[in-house]
C-alpha cells in the first residue's frame, strides 16, 4: 500500500522534473542558435517523453523536504525547534516505514540516540557518573531535542545544578520556603525570571533592574546582603528616609558622602575614627567621650 503510494509520488515527481526539462528546451536561446534548430528541438524531447518507460530512470532517494510533504508535522517541528537535531530525517531513520503491528516491532525500528551519543554521562551537562535514562523521559520529542517537560524534571534540578541546590539549601530564606525552583524558572526550561515578576522596589527613587537587585540580593541567597562602591545613596533611601533627608535637608561635609562610604555593610556603624583619626588634642576632649556631644549626629552635623 504505502509503497506504491510512495512510487507514486517520485513518479510524479519525476514527470514533472522531465516536464521542466523540456519547457527548459523549448526557451529560445539567445541569437547563438542556427534559424532552422527551433523546430527540430520541439519535437525531439516530446517524442523521448512519450517513449520513457516509467523503469527508465534511477529512483532516487526521498529527501528530507519531501518526507516532510508527507510528516508536515514533525518537519515543522524540526525546522522550528530543532536545534541541532536539524538534520537529514534518513541520518536518524536509517529505516523507516517497516513498521508491522504484527510484528509489534516500532521500539525496535525507531532511531537510538546511543547510535550518535555514546553516553549521557560523557556530556558535558549531563556531567559524570549521572546514568539518565530513559533519554525520551526527559527529551521527549527528538524532533524538539530542547523541548523539555518541566515537570519530569524537577525532582532532578539538583543533579545538574548541584551548586545553585546546595546554594539554597545551605542559606535559608525565604526563597528556599515559599518558592520553589520551577515558581521562578518557570515556563521552559532555562527561564530567567525578572525580580519584578514577583517584587515591587522598595526603593522606588532608584531605577532598578534585576540585575541591580541581585547586586545586593543574590538570587538564591537572598538574605545574604552585600552591597559594592557603587551603590546609590537613592537605594538605601527606600527604606532609611530619614537619615537620606537629614543628610539631604542641611548641607554639611557630609552630604557628599555617600551612605555607603560610613556604611560599607549593612546595619554597620562606623567610629568616627575611621576616617578622622584622632582630630583634636586630647586634652580638648578630654572631658566630652563622644565626638557627637559637639558635633551632633553623623547625618546632620551641628559644626
Ligand atoms: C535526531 C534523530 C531524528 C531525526 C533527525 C528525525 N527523527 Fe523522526 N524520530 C526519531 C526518534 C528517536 C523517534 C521515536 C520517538 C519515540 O519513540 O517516541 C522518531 C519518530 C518519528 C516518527 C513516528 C512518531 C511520530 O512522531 O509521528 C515519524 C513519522 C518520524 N520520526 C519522522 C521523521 C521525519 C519525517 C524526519 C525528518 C523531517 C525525522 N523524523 C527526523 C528521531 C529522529
Ligand atoms: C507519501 C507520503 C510519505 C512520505 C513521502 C514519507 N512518509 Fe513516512 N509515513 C507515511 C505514512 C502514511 C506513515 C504511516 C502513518 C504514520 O505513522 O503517520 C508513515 C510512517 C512513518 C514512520 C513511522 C512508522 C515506520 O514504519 O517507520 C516513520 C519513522 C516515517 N514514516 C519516516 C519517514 C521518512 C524518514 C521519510 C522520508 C525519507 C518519509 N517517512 C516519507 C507517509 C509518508
Ligand atoms: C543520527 C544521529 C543522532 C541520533 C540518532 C540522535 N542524535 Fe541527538 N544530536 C545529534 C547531533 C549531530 C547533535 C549535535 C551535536 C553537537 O553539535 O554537539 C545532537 C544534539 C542533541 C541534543 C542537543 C540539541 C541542541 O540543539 O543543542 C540533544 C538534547 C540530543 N541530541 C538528544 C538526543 C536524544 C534524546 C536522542 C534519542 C531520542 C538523540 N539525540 C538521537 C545526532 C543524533
Ligand atoms: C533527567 C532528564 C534528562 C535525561 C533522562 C536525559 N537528559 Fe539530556 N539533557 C537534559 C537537560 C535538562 C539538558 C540541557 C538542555 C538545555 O541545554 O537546555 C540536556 C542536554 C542534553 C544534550 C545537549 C548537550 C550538549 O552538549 O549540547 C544532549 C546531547 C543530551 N542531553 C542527550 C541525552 C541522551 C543521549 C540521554 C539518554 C542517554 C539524555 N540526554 C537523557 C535532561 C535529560
Ligand atoms: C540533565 C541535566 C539538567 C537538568 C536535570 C536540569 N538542567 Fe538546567 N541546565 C542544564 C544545562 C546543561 C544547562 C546549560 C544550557 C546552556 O548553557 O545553554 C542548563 C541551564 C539552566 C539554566 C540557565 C539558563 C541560562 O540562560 O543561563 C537554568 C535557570 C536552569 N537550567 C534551570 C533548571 C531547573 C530549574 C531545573 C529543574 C526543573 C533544571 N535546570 C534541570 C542541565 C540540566
Ligand atoms: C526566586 C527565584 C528563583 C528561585 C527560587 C530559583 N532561582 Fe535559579 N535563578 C534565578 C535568577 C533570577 C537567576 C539569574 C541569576 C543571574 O543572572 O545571576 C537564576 C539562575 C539560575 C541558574 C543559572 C546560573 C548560571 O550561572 O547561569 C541555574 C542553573 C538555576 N538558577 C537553578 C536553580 C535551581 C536548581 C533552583 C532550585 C533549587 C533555583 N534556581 C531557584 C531565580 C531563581
Ligand atoms: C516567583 C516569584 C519570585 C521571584 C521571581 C523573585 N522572588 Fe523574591 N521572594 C518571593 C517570595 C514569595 C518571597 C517571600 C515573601 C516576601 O518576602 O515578599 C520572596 C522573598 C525575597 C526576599 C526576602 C528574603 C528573606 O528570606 O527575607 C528577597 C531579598 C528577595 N525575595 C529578593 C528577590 C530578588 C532580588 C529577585 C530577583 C532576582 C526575586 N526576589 C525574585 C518570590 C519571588
Ligand atoms: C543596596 C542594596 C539593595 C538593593 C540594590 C536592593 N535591595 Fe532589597 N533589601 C536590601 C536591604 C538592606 C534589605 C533589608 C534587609 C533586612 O531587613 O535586614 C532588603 C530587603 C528586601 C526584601 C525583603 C522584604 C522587604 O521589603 O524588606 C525584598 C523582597 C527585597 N529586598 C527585594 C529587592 C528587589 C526586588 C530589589 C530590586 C528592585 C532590591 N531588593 C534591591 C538591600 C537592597
Ligand atoms: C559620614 C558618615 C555617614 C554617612 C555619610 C551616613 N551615615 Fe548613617 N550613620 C553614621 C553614624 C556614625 C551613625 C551612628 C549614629 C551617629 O553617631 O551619628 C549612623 C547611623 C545610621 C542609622 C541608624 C539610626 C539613625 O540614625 O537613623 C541608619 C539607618 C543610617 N545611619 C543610615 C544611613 C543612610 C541611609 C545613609 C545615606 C543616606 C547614611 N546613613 C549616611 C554615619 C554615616
Ligand atoms: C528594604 C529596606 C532596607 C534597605 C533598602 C536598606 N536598609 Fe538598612 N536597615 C533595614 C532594616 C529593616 C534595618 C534594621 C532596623 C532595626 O533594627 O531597627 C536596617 C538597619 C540599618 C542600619 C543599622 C541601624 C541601627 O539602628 O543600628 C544601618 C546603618 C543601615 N540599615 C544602613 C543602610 C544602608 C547604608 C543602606 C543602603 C546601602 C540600607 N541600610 C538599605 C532596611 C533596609
Ligand atoms: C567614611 C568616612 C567618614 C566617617 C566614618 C566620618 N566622617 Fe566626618 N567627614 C568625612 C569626610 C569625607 C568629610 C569632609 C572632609 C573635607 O571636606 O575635608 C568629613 C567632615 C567632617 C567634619 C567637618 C565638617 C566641616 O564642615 O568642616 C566633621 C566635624 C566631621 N566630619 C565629623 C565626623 C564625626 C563626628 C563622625 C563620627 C560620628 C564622622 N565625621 C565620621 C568622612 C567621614
Ligand atoms: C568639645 C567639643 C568637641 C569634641 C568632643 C569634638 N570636636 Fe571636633 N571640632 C570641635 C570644634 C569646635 C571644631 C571646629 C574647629 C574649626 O572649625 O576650626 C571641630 C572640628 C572638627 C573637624 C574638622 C577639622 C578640620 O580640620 O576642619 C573634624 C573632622 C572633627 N572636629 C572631628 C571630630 C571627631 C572625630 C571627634 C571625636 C573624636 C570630635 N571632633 C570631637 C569640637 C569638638
Redesign the pocket.
Known amino acids: 500500500m504505502m509503497d506504491s503510494r510512495r512510487v507514486a509520488v517520485v513518479v510524479s515527481i519525476i514527470s514533472i522534473i522531465g516536464l521542466i526539462t523540456i519547457y527548459g528546451c523549448v526557451t529560445p536561446q539567445p541569437q547563438a542558435s542556427p534559424p532552422s534548430a527551433p523546430s527540430e528541438r520541439v519535437e525531439a524531447p516530446a517524442e523521448t517523453s512519450q517513449e520513457m518507460s516509467p523503469y527508465e530512470m534511477d529512483v532516487r532517494p526521498l529527501t528530507t523536504a519531501e518526507c516532510g510533504q508527507c510528516h508536515f508535522s514533525v518537519f515543522q517541528a524540526l525546522k522550528t525547534t530543532g536545534g541541532k537535531h536539524q538534520i537529514d530525517c534518513v541520518r536518524c531513520h536509517a529505516r523507516y516505514h517497516v513498521y508491522n503491528p504484527r510484528k509489534q516491532n516500532y521500539d525496535e525500528i525507531m532511531p537510538k540516540c546511543s547510535s550518535c551519543h555514546l553516553s549521557a554521562t560523557k556530556g558535558p551537562f549531563h556531567g559524570e557518573n549521572k546514568i539518565l535514562t530513559p533519554c525520551l523521559n526527559c527529551h521527549a520529542d527528538p524532533h524538539k531535542p530542547l523541548n523539555i517537560p518541566l515537570s519530569v524534571i524537577e525532582p532532578t534540578c539538583g543533579i545538574c545544578h548541584s551548586k545553585e541546590g546546595n546554594e539554597i539549601k545551605n542559606y535559608p530564606s525565604k526563597h528556599s520556603t515559599d518558592v520553589s525552583c520551577l515558581d521562578c524558572h518557570a515556563e521552559k526550561h532555562g527561564h530567567i525570571p525578572e525580580?519584578?515578576a514577583c517584587?515591587e522596589?522598595?526603593?522606588p527613587k532608584a531605577e532598578?533592574a534585576?540585575k541591580?537587585?541581585m547586586?545586593?540580593?543574590p538570587v538564591h541567597k537572598?538574605s545574604r546582603?552585600s552591597?559594592d562602591k557603587q551603590?546609590l545613596s537613592t537605594?538605601?533611601a527606600g527604606?532609611h528616609g530619614e537619615a537620606y533627608d537629614l543628610l539631604q535637608k542641611k548641607e554639611t561635609k557630609h552630604t557628599a558622602v555617600r551612605c555607603i562610604e560610613c556604611h560599607p555593610a549593612?546595619k554597620e556603624i562606623p567610629a568616627c575614627s575611621r576616617c578622622h583619626g584622632e582630630p583634636h588634642p586630647k586634652r580638648m576632649i578630654i572631658d566630652v567621650t563622644k565626638c557627637g556631644d559637639c558635633h551632633g549626629i553623623a547625618h546632620d552635623l551641628a559644626i
Open positions: 525580580c519584578s517584587h522596589s522598595h526603593s532598578l534585576s541591580d537587585c547586586a545586593c540580593h537572598p546582603i552591597y551603590t537605594i538605601c527604606c549593612h
